[in-house]
C-alpha cells in the first residue's frame, strides 16, 4: 500500500495527541461533520476498544467510506502474512510468516505475532505482547499489556486476556484471564 497524506484526527475530548504534528479536528462524536466538511472519503480506525472500533468502521463503511490500514514505517511484516486491508500494525510489532490478520485487528506497539497464527476480527493485541506460534485468537479477543501466549493456543472469541499474563492453556470464549500462569477470574479462578 502506498503512503496517504493525513488531514487530521478526531479524539474522543477533541484534544488529540501532542507531538504527532497531526491536527484535531474534533470529536468522536462529530465525525459525521468532520467527514463532511473536509471531504474526506478514506478513514484509519485505530480505536483501542474492539466494539467502538468494530461499531465506527461498520458506520464508516455504511455512509460509502473507505477504512485502511495503518503500517508504522517501523513494522516488520513477513512477505508471506496476509493482512486485512483496515488492520492497523503500530511502531515496532512483527507479524511472522503466514499469519493471518483479519479485520479491524490492532498489533499494537512492540507486540510481536509469530508464524502461522490466525488473528481474527477486531482483536486487540496490546503493546509488548508475544504471541508463540500456531495460535489462534477468535474475534473481539483483547490481550493485555505485556501478555505472553505460549504456542498451538486457542484464545476463544471476545475472551480477555490480562496485562502480563502468561498464557499456558486454550482460553474459552468471552473468559477473562490474569496472572502467571493464567488462570481465570470470572468463575472463581478455576483454569482456563
Request: with cysteine; charged share 15%.
Amino acid at each position: 500500500m502506498g503512503e496517504t497524506d493525513v488531514v487530521g484526527a478526531l479524539s474522543a475530548d477533541g484534544s488529540g495527541v501532542e507531538g504527532l504534528g497531526i491536527p484535531v479536528l474534533g470529536t468522536d462524536q462529530e465525525i459525521k461533520k468532520v467527514t463532511y466538511s473536509h471531504t474526506v472519503t478514506t478513514f484509519c480506525v485505530a480505536i483501542g476498544d474492539n466494539f467502538t472500533r468494530r461499531r465506527v468502521t461498520q458506520s464508516l463503511t455504511k455512509s460509502g467510506r473507505t477504512v485502511t490500514q495503518a503500517v508504522s514505517r517501523f513494522a516488520m511484516v513477513s512477505n508471506t502474512a496476509l493482512v486485512s486491508p483496515d488492520a492497523q500494525l503500530l511502531a515496532g510489532s512483527v507479524v511472522n510468516a503466514s499469519t493471518e490478520i483479519g479485520d479491524g485487528v490492532i498489533v499494537n506497539t512492540n507486540a510481536s505475532v509469530d508464524h502461522d497464527c490466525r488473528i481474527g476480527e477486531y482483536v486487540h493485541i496490546g503493546p509488548g505482547v508475544a504471541i508463540g506460534g500456531n495460535v489462534a485468537i477468535e474475534e473481539m479477543a483483547f490481550v493485555g499489556l505485556g501478555a505472553r501466549v505460549i504456542p498451538g493456543l486457542t484464545i476463544g472469541a471476545g475472551a480477555i486476556i490480562g496485562a502480563g499474563a502468561v498464557v499456558i492453556r486454550d482460553v474459552p470464549p468471552g473468559a477473562t484471564v490474569v496472572g502467571v500462569p493464567a488462570r481465570r477470574i470470572d468463575d472463581g479462578g478455576a483454569p482456563p
